[in-house]
């Protein structure tokens, strides 16, 4: 993968950045579970883009299936109804629209997202969000974009529920059930 260095003061926020945003992308796959179509099985690749730097935060793969997008959303949806008080979705004549208030360790972010796309090719999540409490260095207000393209069958060794994350770490999302624990309280 081909990405430009982002600023320094960005460096130790982009991980930050991505987990409150994986936090409210979180809440938007559990409050709209019953209305987003499902994704085409298969291999997606997602991407977080801050906007700001055109820098890629970070890309992962997913393997999914029916029965794993509805394990992930059933996952996830107990860890954001205790991370986020607020989270409003419609339906747009473009798509979807998210407005949410999360807290994760200390740090509120208020988000709105503007969701696009056929969820059988591509589509693409934009996340603009406004924080305090964060660290020194952290942006208090970003805007992420989150692309994710569907790349064809998943590979000979994934099954579905694999995420491949940057550095080749690998998690199934039958597993993120144990991470509910590590949530703060």
């Not at 959303?73 to 954001?80: Q, Y």
């Not at 590979?155 to 624990?181: E, W, Y």
């Amino acid at each position: 993968m081909n990405m430009a260095a982002p600023p320094a003061r960005s460096v130790c926020a982009v991980p930050l950045i991505a987990g409150v945003t994986l936090a409210c992308i979180a809440a938007t796959s559990s409050a709209v579970a019953d209305d987003l179509p499902a994704r085409k099985p298969g291999l997606w690749e997602i991407r977080l883009i801050d906007t700001a730097t055109k820098a890629a935060g970070m890309t992962m793969q997913q393997c999914t299936d029916a029965a794993t997008d509805k394990d992930l959303t059933a996952n996830l949806s107990p860890m954001a109804k205790q991370t986020c008080s607020k989270n409003d979705v419609r339906k747009t004549a473009a798509g979807y629209m998210s407005d949410a208030v999360c807290t994760v360790n200390g740090m509120s972010m208020t988000s709105h997202s503007d969701i696009t796309g056929d969820f059988d090719s591509a589509y693409t999540m934009t996340v603009v969000s406004k924080m305090s409490g964060a660290p020194a260095g952290v942006p208090r207000e970003t805007t992420m974009m989150v692309e994710a393209k569907w790349l064809g069958a998943c590979k000979p060794d994934q099954k579905p529920g694999n995420i491949v994350m940057p550095g080749g770490f690998r998690i199934n999302i039958t597993d993120m059930q144990k991470l509910k624990g590590l949530l703060p309280k």
